[in-house]
Each structure stands twice: as C-alpha cells, then as structure tokens.
C-alpha cells in the first residue's frame, strides 16, 4: 500500500486521542454536559481500531442511516413482496440511485429465491454483502506519491462545496503523519478565500503560496509548484474557486490550471479530488459527471453527511459513475474528515 494511503489509516487507527473527541462533536454538542468521566472516555475509546472506524462512520451517517429507515424495513417477521417494495423505496427515497437500486433489487431477490432465504435479518446482511461488494471494485486510496516531487492534489468543485475545508482537513492530516505540506491560493476569485486558506493553513502547519486577489490562479499554481519543488514539500494541496459545472469559460480556466501544474511539475496533478457537498443529493452526480469530464477527477470527496439524510448518494457516484469516493466529511471541524472505507459506510448506513 502506498505509503500515504497507510499514513492515513494509522492516523484513523491512533484516533489522536482527544481529537477524536472533536470528531465525535456533531453527537456530543447536544449532549455535552452529559459527557462527563466514563462516558467521555468511552468516546476517546472508539478513535481505536476496526470498531472505532465503524463507530466513527455511524455518528457521522446517523441522520442518513435513520432516513433510511431500513431497520423498520427489515423488523418483519418474514421476506416477502411487501419487504422488497419497502426496501425499494427506501433506497431510492435515500439517494442510492434508481439504476443501483434496481440492480440490488434484482441481485437480491434472485439470491433470496436461490438460498431460500426467509429471515430478514438474513436478507439484510446478503444486502450488507451485495452493497459492499458493489462499492469495493474500487480503491478509495489516494494516488500514490511519485517517485521524486511533491504528491500533488488539485482540488475542484461547485462553490461552497467544502472546497477549502477539506484542503485544511487533509493538510492537518498529512502534517499528523510528519509530511510537510503547501497549498496554494489558487481561488483569487472570491473576496476573501486567499485568507480563509491561510488561517486553514497555520491552524494545520502548512505553508501557503498566495498571489493577488483578481490574479490569474494557473500562475499562482506554478509558482506553489516551483516553491514546493525548492523546499523538497512532500505534499501540495491545490484550493481552486468554485465554480458552476454549466459555466464553460470557468471550467475552461480549470482545464488551463490543469495543464500549467503539468507543465511545473510532470505527471501532476497525481490526484483531483472533486469535493461534492453531501446534501445536494442526485445533483451532486451532475456536477460530478460534468467535473469529471473536464478534469479528469480521479476521487471524490463527499462532505457534509453529518447534517444530512442523503448519504446514500455515495453509493450512487461510485456505483452509476465508477467514480471512487475517497473521503467523506463529517463536520466542520479539523479532524472531520474520514478515509473512506466501503464496508464500514456500508454497514453505518444499513446498521
Ligand atoms: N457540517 C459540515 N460542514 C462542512 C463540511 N465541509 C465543509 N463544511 C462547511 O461548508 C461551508 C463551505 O465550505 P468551504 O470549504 O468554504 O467551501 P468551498 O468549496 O471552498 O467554497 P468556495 O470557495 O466559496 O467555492 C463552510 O461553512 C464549511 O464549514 C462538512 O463535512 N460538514
Ligand atoms: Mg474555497
């Protein structure tokens, strides 16, 4: 496994202690004066292991996991028509997607009929192993680093998107695993993203590459590149404005940003990561449709899914676009975001 892949997943294991305190907020600011003694190590606690990963996935996928409804779903006393008919609403209601859900549909009864299954419970973990299997043809690590330079990671999406958010979640995650990071300012289009990436960046000790608002964001990608070059940087994270997938000159820009941080740096962009904000649900497949055409994205990262019913709709990206997700967001915090790890989701999201 390549080695910032593995970085990441012992950062997850470690859990960093009290900041998975942190990555647990969304449930605990309600209840925080109740997380007290025990109970708040208990929460510490979950940052380990295989079971603190699944722990982590179910907090930030709770409000979907509910919407789903599936425990109601199964909670019959017996497979029948009426079972899968509820299963089908259920999924397309959750943002699975039409295509994905007729094919499990399919997929499941056939097995249901082969097997002889009559338990719901027993349906529902063959439905935990068809979804898993569905979204595992895919690696969710990240490109690996070149051999020589800085692994370089070009960041796109619609505005406000979580963009820049996600950029100093990776930065903060990178910098725990000891590898030195720059981003660069490559959003000079909005009034005030220059300093927004900033205070991102000394918040997770990363260095910053800026150039003048109004500029022209491919240069200041080349000069992040040629810097980062220069001080041997293991790592640049490159913030872009967000932009309609419907604008052409816009997405045209992307394309040329694209092409000059080849030119600064050959076989960069190792990654672009399409940052789709969560709670658009099927829009989000548009915008990554039309993204990926003309960026050649090669990851997703889904964010804001603690605030939203409509996880669901990681499944659909990977599934009806055989884009893999990468990483999912869960809060708006620095620790907030999570490697992505299929049959964990898959089990946080059917329970
Ligand atoms: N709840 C929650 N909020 C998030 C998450 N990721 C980002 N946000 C919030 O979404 C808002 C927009 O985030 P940005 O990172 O500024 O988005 P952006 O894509 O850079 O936006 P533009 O630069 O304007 O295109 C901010 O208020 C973030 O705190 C997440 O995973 N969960
Ligand atoms: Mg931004």
């Not at 009559?118 to 990240?142: C, G, H, M, N, Y």
């Not at 030195?180 to 260095?207: K, N, Y």
């Not at 709670?279 to 997703?300: D, K, L, Y």
């Not at 999912?328 to 992505?340: A, K, N």
Request: hydrophobic share 45%.
């Amino acid at each position: 496994m390549d080695y910032l892949v593995f970085g990441l997943a012992i950062a997850v294991a470690l859990g960093f202690g009290v900041g998975m305190y942190f990555a647990l907020r969304p449930e605990s600011v309600e209840d925080d004066e109740a997380i007290q003694g025990d109970e708040q190590a208990a929460i510490v606690d979950h940052g380990s292991g295989r079971s603190g990963v699944l722990e982590r996935f179910k907090a930030g996928l709770a409000r979907t996991s509910q919407a789903l409804g599936l425990a109601a779903v199964f909670g019959g006393g017996r497979v029948d028509d009426a079972l899968f008919e509820a299963l089908e609403e259920a999924l397309i209601t959750g943002d699975v997607g039409v295509r994905t859900t007729s094919a499990l549909l399919a997929e499941l009864k056939e097995r249901a009929r082969g097997q002889d299954i009559q338990d719901p419970a027993a349906l529902k973990a063959e439905l935990v192993t068809l979804l898993s299997q569905r979204i595992s043809r895919f690696d969710s690590a990240l490109n690996p680093a070149p051999a020589q330079g800085p692994l370089v990671i070009l960041v796109v999406g619609v505005n406000g998107a979580g963009k820049t958010t996600t950029i100093g979640k990776l930065a903060h995650s990178f910098r725990q695993q000891g590898r030195s990071v720059l981003v660069a300012a490559g959003d000079t289009f909005r009034a005030g993203a220059i300093e927004q990436l900033a205070i991102w960046a000394e918040r997770s000790g990363a260095e910053i590459v800026r150039g003048e608002e109004g500029g022209d964001p491919a240069a200041v990608m080349f000069n992040a590149l040629k810097a980062a070059q220069a001080k041997g940087c293991d790592v640049v994270l490159c913030d872009t404005a967000g932009r309609l997938q419907a604008k052409k000159p816009l997405m045209e820009e992307l394309g040329k940003v694209t092409r000059v941080i080849g030119k600064a740096c050959p076989g960069a962009p190792h990654e672009v990561l399409l940052v789709l904000d969560g709670t658009m649900g099927q829009n989000a497949i548009s915008q990554a449709r039309t993204f990926g055409e003309v960026t050649g994205v090669t990851g997703v990262a889904l964010t804001k899914l603690d605030g939203t019913a409509r996880g669901g709709v990681v499944i659909a990206i990977m599934d009806e676009l055989s884009m893999p997700v990468k990483f999912i967001g869960v809060g708006e915090g620095i620790e907030d975001l999570r490697p992505f790890d299929g049959q964990a989701f898959v089990e946080a999201l059917i329970g």
